[in-house]
């Protein structure tokens, strides 16, 4: 099973191994969910959502230091 | 999966932990308006007839700030304009100036954009190649404040709205508390009073709402932000503090929301004990109010021989 993720212009195809949802993923990628809106199919969602075969993931980065 | 809280609707954009409740995107919106209105009514903000100046950068604190404003425009209590400040740092304002453009357009409202190079014959990058230079933000925020003053004026602007947030409070405090800093803590509040009549109040709508959650709405609401990290931002002691609140906010999700309230009981008792009202004058350069011979802009420019 894969899923696309997205962050800004950067699109990869990534693999899923066993259940994972948006924290688990944003937690592997050293992202801070305080920092970041998650999008699931072009719709905002929590992170405790789970990332599904074939799913469009996209971090979108809201909050910037400075 | 939880539903939303008020209305049951199974897609859930947010939950917050500070209240435990869980929204829709369509509650949660009128979650964040009807919050910013009541922080609107009860600092009145706003008064029936104002012209109100956003300083508008295209990035989402300002543009929500817009968004939700205009909607006292559209209730004729208000009129609305607005100011676009191009620092001039390659490679990042442009697209910010951009954005700002389109929204004061989609909303029709006057707008104009005031560069650093028009007013001060330098911009940000040129300031940047100086020997000696005091550090970008030093010089931003003096050269932004001054721009946004002239430019309410010229608006005849009787407010003007800033896009500071939550955060951007609670750092303050904490900043000038831990500082020592007494004096500034003292200035800090929901609106300036200066008793001098030549600056215009400035108002903060935002000030009640957390940084995350004017981004979470600026996206709900498909609002185009520039959404981009300045260049020039550097390790602070401001950033220090951000990280703190946030490291802190995890496990005492209302610890900003304490802050900003305690302060609030204090600042009058701190404004009598510590804040004095200088005399203002007229800088002898620019003519900008000023309670030394030359403004902090001016001192500024003078420095850098403009």
């Excluded at chain 1, 994972?20 to 929590?46: A, H, P, Y």
């Excluded at chain 2, 020592?180 to 709402?209: C, D, H, Q, W, Y």
Aim: proline share 2%; hydrophobic share 35%; charged share 30%.
């Amino acid at each position: 099973m894969s899923f696309t993720l997205k962050i800004k212009d950067q699109v990869e195809e990534r693999v899923i191994d066993g259940d994972l949802t948006i924290k688990d993923l944003l937690d592997e990628l050293d992202l801070s969910s305080e920092t970041m809106v998650s999008k699931k199919n072009g719709e905002i969602v929590i992170e405790e959502e789970t990332i599904e075969d074939g799913d469009e993931i996209e971090f979108i980065q809201i909050i910037y230091g400075g | 999966m939880e539903s939303c809280t008020k209305c049951g609707n199974p897609n859930v954009i947010i939950k917050r932990k500070a209240s435990g409740q869980a929204l829709c995107k369509d509650c949660f919106i009128e979650s964040i308006e009807k919050k910013v209105k009541q922080t609107i009514k009860k600092e009145k903000f706003l008064e029936k007839g104002d012209k109100v100046l956003v300083a508008l950068s295209g990035g989402k604190d300002s543009v929500v700030t817009l968004e939700i404003l205009n909607s006292y425009v559209k209730r004729y209590i208000i009129e609305l304009c607005a100011v676009t400040i191009d620092e001039g740092i390659a490679g990042y304002r442009d697209e910010g100036v951009e954005i700002a453009k389109a929204h004061a357009e989609r909303l029709g409202i006057p707008h104009k954009v005031v560069s650093f190079k028009e007013s001060f014959g330098i911009d940000l990058d040129e300031i940047m190649e100086t020997e000696g230079h005091r550090g970008s933000c030093t010089y931003c925020g003096v050269f932004r404040r001054w721009i946004i003053n002239r430019a309410a004026r010229e608006f005849g602007a009787t407010k003007i709205a800033t896009g500071h947030n939550l955060d951007d409070e609670t750092q303050a405090i904490l900043m000038n508390y831990l500082e020592g800093n007494m004096e500034n803590l003292a200035k800090i509040g929901p609106k300036t009073e200066s008793n001098s009549e030549m600056f215009t109040v400035k108002i903060k709508p935002l000030r009640e709402i957390p940084e995350k959650e004017i981004g979470l709405y600026a996206i709900a609401k498909g609002l185009d932000i520039h959404f981009a990290g300045c260049p020039y931002a550097q390790e602070s002691f401001r950033m220090e503090i951000s990280n703190i609140l946030k490291d802190l906010s995890k496990d005492h999700p209302t610890i900003m929301y304490s802050t900003l309230r305690g302060f609030d009981k204090i600042r009058q008792a701190l404004r009598q004990e510590l804040a004095h009202d200088y005399e203002y004058d007229r800088c002898e350069r620019c003519g900008e109010p000023s309670s030394n011979r030359l403004c902090r802009a001016c001192t500024f420019l003078e420095e850098l021989g403009k």
